[in-house]
C-alpha cells in the first residue's frame, strides 16, 4: 500500500484540535437572514457580512431570477475571450457611477481585486506601503508583485511618513489601507495617509469591502465618508457583503481599468461572473440609491448593539463600524465563547491566529439592518450569561 503523503496534514490538524482552535464549518440550512437555522438550530446570525440584509431583497431576487431565464446560468468563457455580456458592461458602468471615478471593473471577489491589481501594478522595482492590518488579499497581491513590502504600524501615519520619505524619491511607491478594518471595525487613517500619498507622488489605494454599502452618502464608502473624492487613484469594493452577491471590482481612471483588462492575472484566467450575478448587483445599487432606510436601519443597530455590550462590560475594541469585536486574548477561550453562545442561541464566530495578531483572540458581531431589536437584545441578554459564565464578565 501506498504511504499517504499528505499525512502530515493529519498531525497539523491534530494540533489545531489540541489548541482548541480546529473549527468545524457551520452550515446554514436555509438563506442567509438575521435570524436562520445554522446546523438545524435556531440562531441570531452575527456572523455574516450582509449589512443591509440584501442576499434575500425581493428586487435582487427578482432580477437575478429574470437573468437567469433570458441569459442563462453560466457565461462560459474568460472575459476576455467571449465572457463579457452587455449585463457585465452595464454593471461596470453602474459602479463608475456609484463610485465617481472614470470607469470600474468587476473581478470574481473581492479577493482577486485587491490581488490581481496590487500585483499587475505595481512590479518588482517599486514599493508598497501597507497598514499592518491590512487584508490577506492584500498581502497575497503584493508577495505577488515581488515589490519591496514595507508594513507601518497600524493606522500610524507619522511611521508611514517615514517610511516613504527613506525610500528613493523616484522609485514608484503604492500607498494602502483597508477602509474599514474587518477584524476591528476601525476606520484607515485615509485622510492622512492622502496627504501623504500628494506630497511624496504615491499612488493611493483603498479596500473599502467592509464600507462600501455602510458608510458614505448611499453607501460610497470611506473616500465619501471622508469627501476624498479624486484623491485615492485604486478603489476597490467587493459585491460579497453589503451589495449581498458576489464579486469584487476596482474603480479608478479609464487607463488604470484598460490596464487590469490586459495584466490582472484574475481577470484574465478565471471566468466571468453568471449573469444571475451581475443582474443581482445591478439591482443592489438600485435599492442603495432608492431605499435610505437599510442604511438607517443598519446604524441604529449598530449603535445600540455596541452600546450594549459595552454596558455590559466587554473589551469592543476601537470599532466605529457594525463590525464589533469582543476581544477576550486567548484563542481558545474565543472559541469556547462563540461555542457557548451558539448553545445559546447566538451564532458570533471565534477569531484566533492567523486571522489576528496572538493574543488579541476574539468573537466578531456584526449586526445588518435586518436585526430587530428584540433579536439583538436576546444576543446581549446571552453574551451577559455566557460571558459571565466564563469569567470574561466580572
Ligand atoms: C477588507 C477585505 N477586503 C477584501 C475582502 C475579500 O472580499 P470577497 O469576500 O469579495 O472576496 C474581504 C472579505 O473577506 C475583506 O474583509
Known sequence: MRADPL??????????????????LRVLDGEQRARTAVDHRSVVNLSSNNYLGLTTHPRLRERATEAVRTLGVGTGSVRTIAGTMEIHMELERRLAVFKKTEAAVVFQ??????????????????????????????????????????????????????????????????????????????????????????????????????????????GRGTIDHFGLHGRVDIQVGTLSKAIGALGGYVAGSRALVEFLYHRARPFLFSTSHPPSVAAACIAALDVLETEPQWMQQLWDNARFF???????????????????????????????????????????????????????????????ATHTRDELQFALDCFKKVGAELGILQ
Open 7 to 24: 499525512q502530515f496534514l493529519s498531525a497539523e490538524l491534530a494540533s489545531l484540535r489540541e489548541q482548541g482552535v480546529y473549527r468545524r
Open 109 to 218: 471577489s473581492g479577493f482577486t481585486a485587491n490581488a490581481g491589481t496590487v500585483s499587475s501594478v505595481l512590479t518588482r522595482d517599486d514599493a508598497i506601503i501597507s497598514d499592518e492590518l491590512n487584508h490577506a488579499s492584500i498581502i497575497d497581491g503584493a508577495r505577488l508583485s515581488r515589490a519591496t513590502i514595507k508594513i507601518f504600524p497600524h493606522r500610524d501615519v507619522e511611521a508611514a511618513r517615514r517610511v516613504v520619505a527613506a525610500l528613493p524619491r523616484e522609485q514608484r511607491k503604492l500607498l494602502i489601507t483597508d477602509g474599514v478594518f474587518s477584524m476591528d471595525g476601525d476606520l484607515g487613517a485615509l485622510p492622512g495617509l492622502c496627504e501623504l500619498a500628494d506630497e511624496f507622488g504615491c499612488i493611493m489605494m483603498v479596500d473599502d469591502a467592509h464600507a462600501s454599502g455602510v458608510f458614505g452618502a448611499n
Open 306 to 368: 455596541k452600546a450594549g455590550l459595552q454596558a455590559l462590560g466587554f473589551d469592543t475594541g476601537v470599532s466605529e463600524s457594525p463590525i464589533t469585536p469582543v476581544i477576550v486574548g486567548d484563542a481558545g477561550l474565543a472559541m469556547q465563547l462563540s461555542d457557548r453562545l451558539f448553545e445559546e442561541g447566538v451564532f458570533a464566530q471565534g477569531i484566533g491566529f492567523p486571522t489576528v495578531p496572538r493574543g488579541r483572540a476574539r468573537v466578531r458581531t456584526i449586526v445588518t
